[in-house]
C-alpha cells in the first residue's frame, strides 16, 4: 500500500474509531491514510497479523458514516515509538466499496 497522511481542512472531522478483540481505539484524523481497499494507521498499540477489527469512519466529503470489516496484514514499530498498522478490508457491500473508492480517490486518501 502506498502512503498519504491526511492533514489539513479537509481531513476527518470526527475521529476513527477502530475496535478489535482486545483493544478499542479512537485515533485522530493525522494518524490515518484510506486506500481503496483499506486502511494505514499510526497507534499505540500493537495488533497481531491475521486480527479481525472493526473500522468506524464519517466522510468528511458528505457527512456519511462508514464501517467496515477488516484483517490486521502488518504491524510493525515499538512500544516506545508507535506502530504502524496496515488493515485491507473485507466482505464489503458494493455501497461501502463506492463510498471507500471516493475517498480514496479524494485528497484524503491515496489514489
Known amino acids: ?49 491475521w486480527s479481525e477489527m472493526t473500522v468506524s469512519l464519517q466522510s468528511p466529503l458528505d457527512g456519511s458514516r462508514l464501517s467496515c470489516n477488516g484483517v490486521v496484514i502488518a504491524c510493525a514499530g515499538s512500544k516506545h515509538s508507535g506502530y504502524h498498522v496496515s488493515m485491507i478490508f473485507t466482505d464489503m457491500t458494493r455501497q461501502a466499496q463506492e463510498r471507500l473508492n471516493v475517498l480514496a480517490r479524494s485528497e484524503l486518501g491515496t489514489g
Open 1 to 49: 500500500m502506498s502512503a498519504k497522511k491526511l492533514t489539513g481542512a479537509n481531513s476527518f472531522g470526527q475521529p476513527v474509531n477502530v475496535s478489535g478483540r482486545n483493544a478499542k481505539l479512537e485515533l485522530s484524523a493525522e494518524t490515518v491514510s484510506v486506500h481503496k481497499n483499506g486502511i494505514e494507521f499510526r497507534s499505540p498499540t500493537a495488533f497481531n497479523e
